[in-house]
T-cell receptor, first 115, second 111 residues
Framework: ETGVTQSPTHLIKTRGQQVTLRCSSQ?????VSWYQQALGQGPQFIFQ???????GRGNFPPRFSGLQFPNYSSELNVNALELDDSALYLC??????????????FGEGSRLTVL | DAKTTQPTSMDCAEGRAANLPCNHS???????VYWYRQIHSQGPQYIIH???NNETNEMASLIITEDRKSSTLILPHATLRDTAVYYC????????????FGTGTRLTVIP
């Protein structure tokens, strides 16, 4: 176990709805990254938060947004859901920006199905 | 970050060494080679990383060629629990956690 917890583990939404996914980072970690993993593909970087500010973003539209709270937990929000948003959403935490080792600690993900 | 090329799948007998190759012929001098793995229904797990020298830890060994254009991850005594997708990633330590995972190698350890 990495100490990174995500909720909910599974959820189903319909097109056009909005979803919020939550992540509690490993104790002492101040950086959280979010990844999207479509079926059969590797994870794709969405964005990261460092000390409550977005610090780096992948090729995802603005309807993907996030927050990081003072306790370093984080939320991923997706508006106007599309069928292609169906995926496993992974949260990863680290100490500092990538840390000295570049080691990220991943949670087990939230599986989103959009119907 | 440089692109990597890995075989789609590999098999390995339990108890034998698993050697997973990765090609990164366009790697730059300041890019590190990282390996992660993802066991079914779990998040990716860090294994090892290196720049130029070979590295070893409790999980695996990383062998990087002298020209740094390819590397091999070695699991010395594969077990059934090592069945997973293994990702080879090259990245610069820019401070952003934007790892490019690709599709990886699916390793199946056979009893």
């Amino acid at each position: 176990e990495t100490g990174v917890t995500q909720s909910p583990t599974h959820l189903i939404k319909t097109r056009g709805q909005q979803v919020t996914l939550r992540c509690s980072s490993q104790s002492g970690h101040n950086t959280v990254s979010w990844y999207q993993q479509a079926l059969g593909q590797g994870p794709q970087f969405i964005f990261q938060y460092y000390r409550e500010e977005e610090n780096g973003r992948g090729n995802f539209p603005p309807r993907f947004s996030g927050l990081q709270f003072p306790n370093y937990s984080s939320e991923l929000n997706v508006n106007a859901l599309e069928l292609d948003d169906s995926a496993l959403y992974l949260c990863a935490s680290s100490l500092g920006l990538a840390g000295d080792t570049g080691e990220l600690f991943f949670g087990e993900g939230s599986r989103l199905t959009v119907l | 970050d440089a692109k990597t090329t890995q075989p789609t799948s590999m098999d390995c007998a339990e108890g034998r060494a698993a050697n997973l190759p990765c090609n990164h012929s366009t790697i730059s001098g300041n890019e590190y080679v990282y390996w992660y793995r993802q066991i079914h229904s779990q998040g990716p797990q860090y294994i090892i990383h290196g720049l130029k020298n070979n590295e070893t830890n409790e999980m695996a060994s990383l062998i990087i060629t002298e020209d740094r254009k390819s590397s091999t991850l070695i699991l010395p005594h594969a077990t059934l629990r090592d069945t997973a997708v293994y990702y080879c990633i090259v990245r610069v330590d820019t401070g952003a956690n934007n790892l490019f995972f690709g599709t990886g190698t699916r390793l199946t350890v056979i009893p």
